[in-house]
């Protein structure tokens, strides 16, 4: 099957041409009929699938039936994105096709000047990408008037979930039409996904490729199991071997990013660090100078990683192993972009353990297990980190001293008892 079979119009055939796309991805193949009948949508499928274009041509397709005239347009279309750098993505995919049927996209989202946003919001979009947050601030200020959309996307609905959008995605929900076409695209079906769908979509269709998750194989996967105290000076010696090769490195918190950035630099590594508290401008910048090879190094969490798509990242590094398995994932699918090969390292503490099974279980594979100086070595049983027997000295220590404070504590209160009384009976005394 081609796209032409698909019943697109001639403007998007063109496009998907000039990009080399001919034959549609699975989700696409899938997802295009369902949304061209006008139903409501539930696709499961990981990043990198062309999901994007699945939502995108077949709405733009209905979209450009309709007669447009004048300056000033509604909103018809509206796709809820997770972070910036996502919704900046996302409307770049989407500008090409919409420039090509004469619509309007726009991007919004915080970090950025409010005014700029609302003096383009006036002017009128047809289709806008953006973050729920900067959403409702626009909505607050009645910069963007939501009554005509007919089309709503959630990308990325896991993520969303995840950085905790769910009472603002409900708000907008309250906000937006009753008639109008739901689109959901999620990497899995958490409990919460499961009643969103159930709240506010009407008989959707379920289209899923999500079940077939596993790491790519052109990527050399490699572990490292290590105490926390040792994570640091491994970072730094794996940086320092490695020079002038574009390195990304994921950790859980921005609090931490930020710290390791630091004791990065002082050792005279130059690096930077893209997470959730840098500004647009700041993200933006950071983003470019580490495709254009300014900086080497780049240290990101993964909500600020949605939508990095850098070529040439030759090694992922997993400071944190990542709570939910299918980060891991999408972590290490940064590299081996474009049919290129990577590695990814990961470090395991002791703590971690458990999230390492998850990882396994899920892309059915044992990772490789190496020494800090990378030779191939056995796995261990148990690490420092984790000795059964030394927890076990742990809490026989505290139970000991848990007990002897409790006894002194006891002991100085029937000292103070003691003391009150015999004050009372002196003052009786005297009385007397």
Same mark, same amino acid.
């Given at each position: 099957?081609?796209?032409?079979?698909?019943?697109?119009?001639?403007?998007?055939?063109?496009?998907?041409?000039?990009?080399?796309?001919?034959?549609?991805?699975?989700?696409?193949?899938?997802?295009?009929? $369902?949304?061209?009948?006008? !139903?409501?949508?539930?696709?499961?499928?990981?990043?990198?699938?062309?999901?994007?274009?699945?939502?995108?041509?077949?709405?733009?397709?209905?979209?450009?039936?309709?007669?447009?005239?004048?300056?000033?347009?509604?909103?018809?279309?509206?796709?809820?994105?997770?972070?910036?750098?996502?919704?900046?993505?996302?409307?770049?995919? $989407?500008?090409?096709?919409?420039?090509?049927?004469?619509?309007?996209?726009?991007?919004?989202?915080?970090?950025?000047?409010?005014?700029?946003?609302?003096?383009?919001?006036?002017?009128?979009?047809?289709?806008?990408?953006?973050?729920?947050?900067?959403?409702?601030?626009?909505?607050?200020?009645?910069?963007?008037?939501?009554?005509?959309?007919?089309?709503?996307?959630?990308?990325?609905?896991?993520?969303?979930?995840?950085?905790?959008?769910?009472?603002?995605?409900?708000?907008?929900?309250?906000?937006?039409?009753?008639?109008?076409?739901?689109?959901?695209?999620?990497?899995?079906?958490?409990?919460?996904?499961?009643?969103?769908?159930?709240?506010?979509?009407?008989?959707?269709?379920?289209?899923?490729?999500?079940?077939?998750?596993?790491?790519?194989?052109?990527?050399?996967?490699?572990?490292?199991?290590?105490?926390?105290?040792?994570?640091?000076?491994?970072?730094?010696?794996?940086?320092?071997?490695?020079?002038?090769?574009?390195?990304?490195?994921?950790?859980?918190?921005?609090?931490?990013?930020?710290?390791?950035?630091?004791?990065?630099?002082?050792?005279?590594?130059?690096?930077?660090?893209?997470?959730?508290?840098?500004?647009?401008?700041?993200?933006?910048?950071?983003?470019?100078?580490?495709?254009?090879?300014?900086?080497?190094?780049?240290?990101?969490?993964?909500?600020?990683?949605?939508? $990095?798509?850098?070529?040439?990242?030759?090694?992922?590094?997993?400071?944190?192993?990542?709570?939910?398995?299918?980060?891991?994932?999408?972590?290490?699918?940064?590299?081996?972009?474009?049919?290129?090969?990577?590695?990814?390292?990961?470090?395991?503490?002791?703590?971690?353990?458990?999230?390492?099974?998850?990882?396994?279980?899920?892309?059915?594979?044992? $990772?490789?297990?190496?020494?800090?100086?990378?030779?191939?070595?056995?796995?261990?049983?148990?690490?420092?980190?984790?000795?059964?027997?030394?927890?076990?000295?742990?809490?026989?220590?505290?139970? !000991?001293?848990?007990?002897?404070?409790?006894?002194?504590?006891?002991?100085?209160?029937?000292?103070?008892?003691?003391?009150?009384?015999?004050? !009372?009976?002196?003052?009786?005394?005297?009385?007397?």
């Amino acid at each position: 099957m081609d796209f032409e079979t698909l019943g697109l119009a001639k403007p998007f055939l063109k496009v998907l041409e000039r990009q080399g796309l001919f034959k549609p991805t699975p989700i696409q193949e899938q997802s295009i009929p $369902i949304i061209l009948k006008g !139903k409501d949508l539930i696709g499961l499928a990981q990043t990198g699938t062309g999901k994007t274009v699945a939502f995108t041509v077949p709405v733009l397709n209905v979209l450009y039936a309709f007669e447009r005239r004048g300056k000033f347009r509604p909103v018809r279309m509206l796709v809820l994105s997770p972070t910036r750098e996502l919704a900046v993505q996302v409307e770049s995919v $989407i500008k090409e096709f919409a420039s090509a049927a004469n619509l309007r996209s726009l991007a919004i989202f915080g970090g950025v000047p409010f005014f700029r946003q609302a003096q383009a919001l006036r002017k009128g979009v047809d289709i806008l990408v953006c973050t729920p947050g900067r959403l409702e601030d626009h909505i607050s200020q009645k910069t963007v008037d939501l009554s005509r959309v007919n089309h709503l996307v959630l990308d990325e609905a896991d993520q969303m979930l995840d950085i905790g959008f769910l009472p603002a995605i409900k708000r907008l929900f309250s906000l937006l039409p009753i008639e109008k076409q739901t689109l959901l695209f999620s990497a899995t079906m958490s409990k919460e996904i499961k009643n969103l769908t159930l709240d506010y979509l009407r008989k959707p269709s379920h289209v899923s490729i999500a079940s077939k998750v596993k790491s790519p194989d052109k990527i050399i996967q490699q572990i490292i199991f290590l105490s926390t105290s040792e994570k640091l000076d491994t970072l730094k010696n794996l940086i320092s071997s490695r020079p002038k090769k574009r390195i990304l490195v994921f950790l859980k918190t921005k609090h931490g990013a930020d710290k390791i950035v630091k004791c990065l630099i002082k050792v005279g590594l130059v690096v930077d660090a893209i997470h959730g508290n840098k500004s647009q401008a700041q993200r933006q910048r950071t983003l470019e100078n580490f495709k254009k090879g300014k900086c080497f190094v780049l240290i990101a969490t993964d909500i600020a990683a949605r939508g $990095i798509d850098v070529q040439n990242v030759e090694l992922v590094v997993n400071y944190d192993l990542p709570d939910v398995p299918e980060t891991y994932v999408h972590r290490i699918g940064r590299t081996a972009r474009a049919g290129a090969s990577g590695q990814s390292i990961s470090f395991c503490s002791g703590r971690e353990k458990k999230q390492l099974d998850a990882i396994e279980r899920l892309i059915k594979i044992k $990772i490789k297990n190496v020494s800090p100086d990378f030779k191939e070595v056995s796995r261990p049983t148990v690490t420092s980190e984790f000795d059964p027997a030394k927890v076990r000295q742990k809490s026989k220590r505290k139970r !000991k001293a848990s007990t002897g404070n409790s006894r002194a504590w006891d002991k100085g209160l029937s000292l103070k008892k003691e003391i009150g009384n015999r004050s !009372k009976f002196s003052r009786r005394k005297k009385k007397n």
